[in-house]
């Protein structure tokens, strides 16, 4: 283990990128109890204890708000350790990889794979780690069209710099997916089905009607500018995004990642929302509309441009499409101890 071995044609490049861990690093650990006692009553020093003296000094331990126990191990050799364990200081658990931290998910571009298959994409480079495959795609005239950018997931929560396709070596970016808007309510970070707001309007901000028919003046459900809640222009839907990808890139929570946003930000109400207020129609003119929201009337998008591939400086960027709910990682749990004070 450790270091991965060279796949049949990755050959030096896996090797310099050796930092890469493909070990699951998250784990989370359970109590099994038949009252359903959780961490939260459990002494911390009790916790560091038990996990230092089965598996060692490990990278960081959280408590989920579910009451188990988060722990990122440092090494492959903790890996195998931590999920062996049955009991933390004779308190019986179980052990399991968290399911979807230990994952990343990466683009990268490259027109000689436009014809390519995406099983076959991921049967040749499964070697590099990659496990899922799946290609971007835009809706342009009510027909879905391949892009040449596929979306790769990785087996690790590192992703590699490079990834080597045959004789190409392709660069791969952070994946960030688009927010998720409610077409129900129009907030965002939920879905229609999940909703437990009220029927607002896309168009006018009203609410008790859909846009379907809807001639008002536009308003947005979210920062309340002169624009429909669909609009990428929108002050709330950059802020959004801008959680989204810290979240991702920070590898924190939502809730910590939205923290950090807000405080850097400034609120809607002023500059932002008169900066936007010419732009603000839905005129995606110049940003191909690549978006999920698959109910809504954006299908005309000019197809020459590229989609913009977020990346590392990424905010008014608009990432690919065709989002559904599944391709957010569900970290809704994932929370950090000390933002706990109860
Ligand atoms: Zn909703
Ligand atoms: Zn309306
Ligand atoms: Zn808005």
Known sequence: MGKRKSGPFSGQLIASNSKRNNFPTYFVIQRIS?????????SPFLVEKGITSSVGEVKSTK?????????EVESPKQAKQIVKLNS??????????????????????????????????????????????????????????????????????????????????????????????????????HSKTSCRGTLTCARCAEVG?????????????????????????????????EIISTKIKKQISYQEARKLIKSQTPTPGNSYVSVFKKSTAPSFQTKPDIAADSSSKQSASTPSAPPAMTNQTSFPSVAPLCEKVSALPDLTDFKLVTSKKS
Request: with cysteine; glycine share 6%.
């Open 63 to 71: 408590k989920l708000r579910s009451g188990d126990l988060l722990v």
């Open 88 to 189: 933390l200081s004779s308190i019986p658990v179980t052990v399991k990889p968290h399911a979807t931290l230990n994952s990343s998910k990466g683009v990268i571009s490259c027109g000689e794979l436009l014809n390519e298959s995406v099983e076959k994409i991921t049967e040749e480079l499964n070697s590099q780690g990659v496990t899922h495959v799946r290609r971007i795609t835009i809706r342009r005239d009510g027909e879905i069209l391949n892009t040449k950018h596929p979306i790769l997931t990785f087996d690790s929560s590192k992703l590699p710099e490079h990834i080597k396709a045959g004789y190409m070596r392709l660069s791969v970016r952070t994946y960030i997916p688009n927010p998720l808007r409610c077409f129900k309510c129009q907030r965002f970070g």
């Open 209 to 241: 009607h859909e846009n379907t028919d809807c001639t008002r003046t536009e308003k947005c459900a979210n920062c309340k500018g002169e624009h429909t809640s669909l609009s990428r222009n929108c002050f709330a839907w950059k802020q959004e995004k």
């Open 34 to 42: 038949n009252s359903n006692e959780t961490f939260h009553n459990v």
